[in-house]
Structure formats: C-alpha cells, structure tokens
C-alpha cells in the first residue's frame, strides 16, 4: 500500500538553529499539508500546498516557517530559526482528489 | 466554545468489549466526518470517513453521525488488544475546504 514518507524520524535541534523535514508525498497526489501535534495536544493544522503554492495558512505558520517542493518529488518544511515551543510532532500528510487525507509517520522536533 | 469536543478518557474495557468513542461539534457546516487511529508516536491513520448524518459500517467498525445533535460515534465491536490506540476525530466542512479540524483524541485501552 502506498505510504506518505517522512524523514527524519527525529531531529535533535539547537534553539535558533534552521531546520528542514522531510516528506515523500503518494506519489499520485496533488494536495499537501503540514501538521503539528504538541504532546498530549490536538493535531493543527499549519499549512496547505496545491500547484507548487501556499493554498491556506494557519496563524502558526508565520514567518519563521516555508514549504517547497524543491524537486517536483519531495515537500519540504523549514523552520528558520527554531524556539522552545516548536518542538512537537510534525505530520505531512498529501490528498488525492477525495476529501480523505494520509499522514506520515511524523517527525518528533526536539528543540534544546 | 471549542469547534470539537472530545473525552480524552483514557477508556478501558476487556478484549471482546463494545466500544463507543464520541465527539460532539458546534460548527454546523461540517459535512465530512472521519475517525483516525493513532498508535503511539505513529502518525493518525484513516479508519472511517463519512459524509452527512447515518451510519456506515467496515468490519469491527461503525461509524455514526447525527448532524441535528451535532455528535459522531465510533463503536468497535470485539475490541482486541491491538485496538488499543488514541482515536481522534476530524471534520471539515468540504466544498473546497479540505483543512480537517481534530479532537485531541480519546486514548483506548483493551487489557486481554
């Protein structure tokens, strides 16, 4: 069965530091999400990606984060300067035509 | 008012068990309603996806939506051990609003 692929399964992070995840989207899916999940919190929504551009944005996603497809395959999340309170969960999940969406495994950010 | 009530138990029953897991929600536009199952720090994984108010019905599983009250179901019918997980649900209003809006999960235990 197809699967969403994230890398990496953790990432261990200086606050201040960049850092990029990682996501191997379904490879015949058109729509791309990142997600977070602070832990014992709800999973939010951060982002949306259709036709290589930002379709929605949640309050959280501000300036310190960005999404690329930066090789027509994989979908890249970078925080540029990271803080205490972005070490959560990451799960990119991608959507065929169907209103259904598949996650990843996630990526756990931990920033020290 | 949060837009998605969920218990966040966590539930335990003994294998072989019926289970009801609920949520209940206050925006009336949403029209797609799904139930994910989530192991531990595993991404949510799609079990049910419905559309408007009934049932529908996979295996072990049934889900239930009741638009006029608002509140979704998910039964499991001889629960197993392996079923033991967090359960979130997740709606979305649909007509071209795919973001999902999340429970923050009911934690399940099926003690053998």
């Known amino acids: 069965e197809p699967e969403v692929t994230q890398t990496p399964s953790h990432q261990v992070t200086q606050m201040g530091q960049e850092v990029i995840l990682r996501c191997v989207p379904i490879s015949n899916h058109l729509y791309f999400y990142w997600y977070r999940q602070i832990l014992g919190q709800k999973v939010e929504f951060l982002v949306s990606f259709y036709n290589n551009e930002i379709s929605e944005k949640s309050e959280i996603f501000d300036d310190q984060f960005s999404v690329e497809r930066p090789d027509g395959s994989n979908f890249t999340l970078k925080i540029r300067s990271t803080k205490l309170e972005d070490s959560a969960m990451y799960f990119c999940?991608?959507?065929?035509?169907?209103?259904?969406?598949?996650f990843g495994a996630g990526t756990r950010l931990s920033v020290l | 008012q949060k837009e998605v009530e969920q218990d966040p138990g966590p539930l335990s029953v003994p294998e072989g068990a019926i289970v009801s897991l609920n949520c209940t929600y206050s925006?009336?536009?949403?029209?797609?309603f799904m139930w994910y199952r989530q192991y531990s720090r595993k991404g949510p994984e799609l079990l049910m996806y419905?559309?408007?108010?009934g049932n529908k019905e996979d295996g072990r599983f049934t889900a239930q939506v009741d638009k006029s009250s608002k509140y979704i179901s998910l039964f499991i019918r001889d629960s197993q051990p392996s079923d033991s997980a967090t359960y979130l649900c997740a709606m979305t209003p649909g007509g071209g609003s795919y973001i999902p809006t999340f429970g923050r999960g009911t934690s399940l235990i099926v003690h053998p």
């Open positions: 925006n009336s536009a949403f029209q797609y």
């Open positions: 419905t559309y408007s108010s």
């Open positions: 999940a991608t959507q065929s035509g169907l209103n259904i969406q598949y």
